[in-house]
């Protein structure tokens, strides 16, 4: 965006958030999930009073606008004294306290509704540094209200907090004790990749190894779960499917304020999956194929209580076009209903979707083929037929962009050898003919993060990541994929990632950015997928966690996925068990991985490292350990 097009102005900005809220999750779920709600139910309604609006959340945070300082002041007040009296009534179960930071200033409009800049980010900050039940604000905030309300204000001084400094001010309510307060500059790097509407969120969120229980996910959740074929037919199956997998994608098109989960699997209990992914929604469907029709039911379900919102059946002749039309008309069907709702979307979002299908029915029914690939001989399949697709139907952008990614996977994960080199050449053309043709598709530009990692491409990886990363910034398969490259790209040595803090690096073309790629974007990526239904986070997780040697992390990453017999499942617990001197579970790991790999050469295993440009950062470590347990 030019500078001349983006579009800035002077605001007044609140942030909450609650204190403690992980442990309160992790002592009791669901009453704090309900304590939650009572309290959201007191605090919009005031936000309505003092004519502000909230332009996002964060499950227990709240960024709001308000229209003036003494507003915003009053309006704090007020919440707090609800709070407060709400902990006071001895029904209270669960008793949430709220930090709240005011501050006014220069901020950026991002889309329809929500902020971003200085103005936010300094807010944030001023919330973490808030009392338990208290209020931080700006000088500028303190110069507005001084003299027009009857407040009490403790002065902190200058404060610097990450690349911030500002002046802050207490404001004394009864219960606060007068303090003295003295920050620090943090040493966390510039997160390029990562400061976007959702930054100021996941401000004062300290990324350790020591993986406590994150903050919950936002009401915005919503999986969607793989639809049903009614059939025993493998195409209808995978058409089925495919419809599922699509209607996620176009959805975190429609609104970067969704968080989307596609699901691979169906679920034995919907409660069970509400509850581990916190989604507020479901989407659920069943397909039926009759001669040249086909019947799709579709259901809104909601997460609480597993009860259908909506339940609607489409009725289409069977043609590429229609199937397109059909999954536009359940996203419309979808975000209408949750617009109406209002606990999601405001009632400005774009949801005009625009499908950019094909009218060939052969063409979708490759690429959802393509979908679950993960051997040699159905990966040449794949390509096959989409070598033929993008012959039959030149314009239709996700042919080519599954081309190239195939391309890559064959070179790749199957046949990494100067012979097949010429592959990964030809899908760097594809992905880009595809990009060109749907500058949208989220997944065409993790395809091409992948494509520069294995050309050696840093910079353009690192670039490409961004626009990855700013597209898709909720989806955990995309963020762990960007993340392995990202952290095992670039100009890595063993010495960059010997520190488990994160490191001041200026970000830099071919620069190592291990620390960005796995604990910024990987751990976001878990938080998000917290009931571990996608692989590619756990795996990231674990891969950084070894290169520091953390056996204990790697084994929380990875026993939830139970991958026995897959040989990165199997090598990487050995090495846990390792670290963790657990030296006969180990041998057990090794083992198997060894059967895995069909080969206990350590030479071999240094192969595989090479491939992902981590043997610099990993492999002398590991390299040592090996002939312990019979390699050689």
């Known amino acids: 965006m030019s500078a001349e097009n983006i579009d800035r102005k002077i605001a007044v900005i609140f942030a909450a958030d609650v204190v403690g809220y992980s442990k309160h999750v992790e002592t009791d779920e669901d009453a704090t999930l309900a304590s939650l709600n009572a309290c959201s139910k007191l605090i919009e309604p005031l936000i309505k009073e003092q004519k502000g609006r909230i332009f996002n959340t964060g499950g227990d945070s709240i960024l709001a606008e308000l229209p003036s300082a003494v507003a915003a002041v009053n309006m704090a007040v007020a919440i707090q004294n609800k709070i407060k009296d709400r902990n006071a009534d001895a029904k209270t179960e669960v008793k949430l306290e709220y930090r709240i930071g005011i501050n006014m200033g220069d901020v950026v409009k991002q889309g329809p509704k929500n902020l971003m800049g200085d103005g936010v980010n300094i807010a944030a900050r001023l919330e973490s540094l808030a009392q338990p039940g208290g209020i931080t604000i700006s000088k500028n905030i303190y110069d507005l209200v001084v003299n027009k309300t009857k407040y009490q204000f403790n002065d902190l001084g200058e404060q610097k907090v990450k690349d911030n400094k500002f002046h802050a001010y207490d404001l004394m309510l009864p219960s606060l004790i007068k303090r003295k307060l003295t920050t620090k500059s943090s040493t966390f790097p510039r997160l390029a990749l990562i400061f976007g509407g959702i930054t100021a969120l996941l401000i ?3 990324f350790s190894l020591g993986f406590e229980k994150e903050k919950k996910l936002d009401s915005s959740k919503i999986v969607i779960l793989p639809f049903k074929s009614l059939s025993e037919n493998k195409k209808e199956k995978l058409l089925a499917f495919g419809i599922s997998q699509d209607l996620g994608s176009k959805l975190t098109k429609s609104s970067k304020m969704l968080n989307v989960l596609n699901l691979k699997k169906n679920p034995e209990n919907l409660r069970d999956i509400s509850k581990k992914t916190n989604a507020s929604y479901l989407v659920d469907g069943t397909l039926m194929q009759l001669d040249n029709m086909l019947r799709v039911k579709v259901d809104l379900i909601d997460g609480k209580t597993i009860s259908n919102i909506w339940s609607e059946t489409y009725d289409r002749d069977l043609s590429g076009r229609n199937l397109f039309k059909l999954q536009d008309d359940i996203i419309k069907k979808v975000v209408n209903e949750l617009v109406g709702a209002g606990a999601v979307l405001s009632k400005d979002i774009n949801n005009k979707i625009i499908s950019t299908g094909t009218a060939d029915l052969s063409i979708y029914e490759c690429i959802n083929f393509s979908r679950g690939v993960y051997n040699k001989a159905l990966n040449e399949k794949a390509i096959d037929c989409l070598q033929k697709s993008v012959m039959k139907d030149p314009n239709y952008a996700d042919a080519w962009i599954w081309l190239a990614d195939r391309k890559r996977a064959h070179y790749s994960s199957f046949s990494m050898t100067d012979k097949y080199k ?154 846990a068990y390792h670290y963790l001197s657990k030296f006969k579970i180990a041998e057990a790991h090794f083992q198997r991985a060894k059967v895995a790999l069909k080969s206990n050469k350590i030479s071999k295993v240094r192969s595989l490292y090479t491939k992902f440009n981590s043997h610099l950062t990993t492999f002398s470590k590991i390299d040592r350990i090996l002939p312990n347990y019979g390699f050689e």
């Open 204 to 206: 004062g969120l300290f």
């Open 422 to 575: 010429y592959m990964l050449a030809e899908a760097s053309t594809e992905i880009d003919r595809g990009l060109a043709l749907d500058p949208e598709s989220a997944f065409g530009y993790t395809a091409k993060v992948q494509i520069e990692f294995f050309k050696k491409n840093w910079e353009s990886m690192f670039n490409v990541a961004e626009k990855a990363y700013s597209m898709a910034s909720n989806d955990p398969n995309i963020l762990a994929k960007i993340g392995q490259s990202i952290a095992f790209g670039g100009q890595c040595e063993a010495s960059d990632v010997q520190n488990r803090e994160e490191k001041s690096i200026k970000v830099e073309p071919n620069r190592c950015q291990f620390h960005r790629g796995c604990w910024d974007l990987g751990l976001k990526a878990r938080k998000l997928d917290i009931g571990n239904f996608s692989i590619w986070d756990n795996y990231l997780i674990a891969i950084c966690s070894s290169a520091n040697q953390d056996g204990k992390n790697i084994v929380s990453s990875l026993e939830p996925l139970q991958h026995k017999k897959f040989f990165w499942w199997e090598f990487n617990l050995g090495l």
